[in-house]
């Protein structure tokens, strides 16, 4: 997976070089003709130049980010809560040691990421893990929203169908991780079963984005790829959901090995969106701003 995101970023670049080459020429030639044929052009040439090799690996630092502060925080947290004997080790499907009800001594709970977050010294960095994961995964949303709206339009709705769900999905994985699931389990799950749920369909109107909207030109090579991510992403959901509400142990055990795919196979789906990022710049968002100013007055009228 990485090795493959730095191929498609050698290659970016190297378009990158070859496209500043060809506006150089481009900005030469048009400089010497006719002042009324510039005139006549002037309102199609308003967009600003590529961003520069800093600004693009700037932007390609949030999904990154966003990644990484999920994939190291949730297995930091598993981690400790192992060392502490607080939950059971992934790799052990036997029920010796698992709680049985009223039993809290001499015994570890099924190694979910909610029940890895329960006891301390974790359950603060558990809760920090998840503020933060939102709100990045929030910031991507909506940066992402932006980058449909100005490259393809035509698709804004599906974009703020999936903005929606992202959004939803963010706020429920908050609740989520501000709810210790040992004292406010109800508001916890609603807000984890909500998050999951909304995470489905945002990667499928991605995944649908992906295919209609081209935004970096290797989308020939992403949308497999994110098709891929996507039917792993519903299905082990699906099967996590019945496996969670099942009573034998090994049956928790195998939803908790499935809840564990879900995280990293998300982050890998987040993380193919370095391709999009790198091809991002600050004014989309200033567009997007004035857009929703230049709706207002309109919103107003029909009013």
């Not at 909506?142 to 959004?167: N, Q, R, Y």
């Not at 039917?231 to 928790?252: G, H, R, S």
Request: proline share 3%.
């Amino acid at each position: 997976m990485f090795v493959f995101l730095l191929v498609l970023l050698s290659n970016m670049l190297a378009k990158r070089r070859v496209s500043g080459l060809y506006l150089g020429v481009h900005a030469m030639v048009s400089h010497s003709r006719s002042e009324g044929f510039l005139s006549r052009t002037e309102g199609l040439c308003r967009r600003p130049g590529p961003s520069t090799v800093t600004d693009m690996v700037l932007w390609t630092i949030l999904p990154i980010s966003l990644s990484l502060v999920s994939f190291l925080g949730t297995w930091t947290v598993y981690g400790l809560a192992f060392a502490n004997r607080h939950v059971c080790s992934l790799s052990d499907w036997g029920p010796n040691y698992y709680c049985k009800e009223n039993q809290t001594t001499d015994c570890c709970l099924v190694p979910t990421i909610s029940s890895s977050g329960i006891g301390a010294p974790e359950n603060s960095l558990f809760t920090a893990t998840i503020n933060a994961g939102s709100f990045l995964f929030l910031v991507f949303c909506i940066f992402h929203h932006a980058h449909v709206m100005e490259k393809h339009a035509c698709h804004s709705m599906l974009s703020k169908f999936a903005l929606v769900f992202g959004v939803v999905a963010a706020l429920g994985a908050f609740a989520a991780g501000n709810c210790n699931p040992g004292y406010l389990a109800l508001l916890h799950y609603l807000g984890a079963a909500l998050s999951f749920m909304c995470i489905c369909f945002y990667t499928v109107l991605l995944t649908a984005l992906t295919g209609k909207c081209v935004l970096t030109g290797y989308e020939k090579f992403l949308y497999p790829f994110r098709i891929a991510s996507t039917v792993v992403q519903t299905l082990v959901t699906i099967c996590y959901t019945i496996l969670f509400a099942q009573e034998e142990y090994y049956y928790n055990h195998l939803s908790a090995i499935f809840e564990w795919m879900l995280s990293v196979n998300l982050e890998l789906f987040e993380l193919s969106f370095v391709v999009e990022f790198w091809f991002f710049s600050s004014f989309m968002l200033a567009n997007l701003l004035s857009r929703r100013e230049e709706e207002k007055p309109l919103m107003l009228t029909l009013s």
